[in-house]
């Protein structure tokens, strides 16, 4: 069986900070999560998978038609880390990477996704991270090798951070030419200053 590079995006918060689910905001009158994931949805990944959690039959209604899985976190009150281990559990098996995308990366780009690939498909590398001028940001590739790592990441250990952390002399970093790599959106105070 020929492994897949699987990307998951994390949809499951309930957008405390933002007062309204982001997911569903329009922008340039598109729901975020259904611009995240077409965009996704045209990189080189052999699979998408939607990890949704509050308002689950929101946010499903705005992707439905589009060709992604979509996979409900239950414990999603509990943190980022448990929609991570639940988009990780359902592809476990299939996967030879996985490449994290928080759901409000609003800006990123087909490319940006490809960039980690095609780093991880040339040197094999355990964790690609796409960076800025030196500053890392989203997609981050994960090979298989730190799977059993990222199933036992919790929110009182800081989560994916402590994986990072741990395998900081294995992460490569490819550089973008834009800075929207850096961005997600907190609070429509951060959307506003981006317009």
Not at 162 to 177: A, Q
């Amino acid at each position: 069986m020929v492994r897949s590079i699987i990307a998951i995006i994390l949809a499951a918060g309930a957008s405390t900070r933002f007062k309204e689910n982001k997911m569903l905001y329009k922008l340039n009158g598109e729901p975020i999560i259904r611009r995240v994931v077409s965009k996704v949805l045209k990189s080189v990944v052999d699979k998408v998978v939607v990890v949704v959690g509050y308002e689950s039959e929101k946010v499903k209604s705005v992707i439905s038609d589009l060709n992604c899985n979509i996979v409900y976190n239950p414990k999603y009150e509990e943190g980022m880390s448990t929609s991570v281990k639940a988009g990780l559990s359902h592809v476990i098996n299939e996967a030879e990477a996985i490449v994290i995308i928080p759901g409000d990366c609003a800006f990123i780009e087909a490319e940006d996704v490809n960039k980690v690939v095609k780093e991880f498909k040339e040197c094999g590398e355990d964790i690609i991270v796409i960076s800025y001028k030196g500053r890392k940001g989203h997609p981050i590739l994960f090979s298989k090798r730190i799977f059993n790592d990222i199933s036992n990441i919790n929110e009182k250990g800081m989560g994916l951070k402590e994986v990072l952390i741990k395998y900081s002399n294995k992460i490569r970093k490819v550089e973008s030419e834009s800075p929207r790599v850096l961005i997600d959106i907190d609070t429509k105070e951060d959307l506003l200053k981006l317009r």
